[in-house]
C-alpha cells in the first residue's frame, strides 16, 4: 500500500524559511525520482522540485535559486528546504514520484506565506 505523509508547513511571514518532509512506505524509494509539487485552489498542480534517482536537480522558474530538494534513501524521505518565501508560494504541497500517471496522493501540507 503507497503511503506518501507531507509535513513541515506552517504560516510564516516573507523572506522566511520552511523546511517540509515526506516519508514514502509501498514504494522502493531509492529507484523513484521524486517531485515536490504545489496546488493553489482552482489551479492545476505543478512540478516545482525534482530530484532523480541518480541525484540530479531541476526547479521550476519560481523555485529556482530559493528552493533546494533532497532525499535520505535510508529514511525513505525527501525534503524541500524553502528559503526567501513569497506570499505566491502560498499553496498546499504534495509530494510524489515524478511519473505521468502517477495516482497516489498523501494529504499534503498547507503553507501560508503572509506579506
Known amino acids: 500500500q503507497v503511503q506518501l505523509v507531507e509535513s513541515g508547513g506552517g504560516l510564516v511571514q516573507a523572506g522566511g524559511s520552511l523546511r517540509l518532509s515526506c516519508a514514502a512506505s509501498?514504494?522502493?524509494?531509492?529507484?523513484?525520482?521524486m517531485g515536490w509539487y504545489r496546488q493553489i485552489p482552482g489551479k492545476q498542480r505543478e512540478l516545482v522540485a525534482h530530484l532523480t534517482s541518480g541525484g540530479m536537480t531541476n526547479y521550476a522558474g519560481s523555485a529556482k535559486g530559493r528552493f533546494t530538494i533532497s532525499r535520505d534513501n535510508a529514511k525513505n524521505t525527501v525534503y524541500l528546504q524553502m528559503n526567501s518565501l513569497k506570499p505566491e508560494d502560498t499553496a498546499v504541497y504534495y509530494c510524489?514520484?515524478?511519473?505521468?500517471?502517477?495516482?497516489?496522493w498523501g494529504q499534503g501540507t498547507q503553507v501560508t506565506v503572509s506579506s
Open positions: 510524489a514520484p515524478v511519473l505521468v500517471h502517477w495516482n497516489y
Open positions: 509501498g514504494i522502493i524509494f531509492s529507484t523513484y525520482d
